[in-house]
T-cell receptor
Framework: GAGVSQSPSNKVTEKGKDVELRCDPI?????LYWYRQRLGQGLEFLIY????????KSGLPSDRFSAERTGESVSTLTIQRTQQEDSAVYLC????????????FGSGTQLSVL | GENVEQHPSTLSVQEGDSAVIKCTYS??????FPWYKQELGKRPQLIID?????GEKKDQRIAVTLNKTAKHFSLHITETQPEDSAVYFC???????????FGGGTRVLVKP
């Protein structure tokens, strides 16, 4: 595709429900990141995938958060038993080989937990 | 792991003045330092980057300087314009295959 694609663009859910966010990186990009950005705040690192290496999960805020990536393609971020503090924009980004390469960001998923 | 500190968190300048944002990093092995600009409601986009084999890089009104000894790098915007108003993020990383770590961001407001 032409860029990093994220879906859905907006998600409204009720507290306690599970949600799944999807990211389609640029074809051939081996590195993929998930970030959380609360309104007016910075980029909070969640998880990093690089090729076939074990993912860096050090940013996941709790065990309610998990992410998977199929090979070097699609990634899904799952949030279980959502809480109101999970409301934020979730950004995905990919790059050609990880560090030292330009990151391309998706347009994000705006998650609202009521 | 790497830790990147960014200052100031907010910066207000008069149109036409210069703006300077500073970042420090903790890992002396880091060798790639990009800067991203995020306009309101938009995704972050790369505006300039520098690698450790150079001390300064310029692109029109923006420049980045790097001091590896002191482990800090800075973004300079000259002749600021209202369209420069945005949040700017610095970042640092080591060799390919390592994670990019972002600073906390600087909200820049250019007043006409």
């Amino acid at each position: 595709g032409a860029g990093v694609s994220q879906s859905p663009s907006n998600k409204v859910t009720e507290k306690g429900k599970d949600v799944e966010l999807r990211c389609d990186p640029i074809s051939g990009h081996t590195a993929l990141y998930w970030y959380r950005q609360r309104l007016g705040q910075g980029l909070e690192f969640l998880i990093y995938f690089q090729g076939n290496s074990a993912p860096d999960k050090s940013g996941l805020p709790s065990d309610r958060f998990s992410a998977e990536r199929t090979g070097e393609s699609v990634s899904t971020l799952t949030i279980q038993r959502t809480q109101q503090e999970d409301s934020a924009v979730y950004l995905c980004a990919s790059s050609l080989e990880g560090a030292g390469e330009k990151l391309f960001f998706g347009s994000g998923t705006q998650l609202s937990v009521l | 792991g790497e830790n990147v500190e960014q200052h100031p968190s907010t910066l207000s300048v008069q149109e036409g003045d210069s703006a300077v944002i500073k970042c420090t990093y903790s890992d002396s092995a880091s060798n790639y330092f990009p800067w991203y600009k995020q306009e309101l409601g938009k995704r972050p986009q790369l505006i300039i980057d520098i690698r450790s084999n150079v001390g300064e890089k310029k692109d029109q009104r923006i420049a980045v300087t790097l001091n590896k000894t002191a482990k800090h790098f800075s973004l300079h915007i000259t002749e600021t314009q209202p369209e420069d108003s945005a949040v700017y993020f610095c970042a640092a990383s080591k060799a390919a295959g390592n994670k990019l770590t972002f600073g906390g961001g600087t909200r820049v407001l250019v007043k006409p």
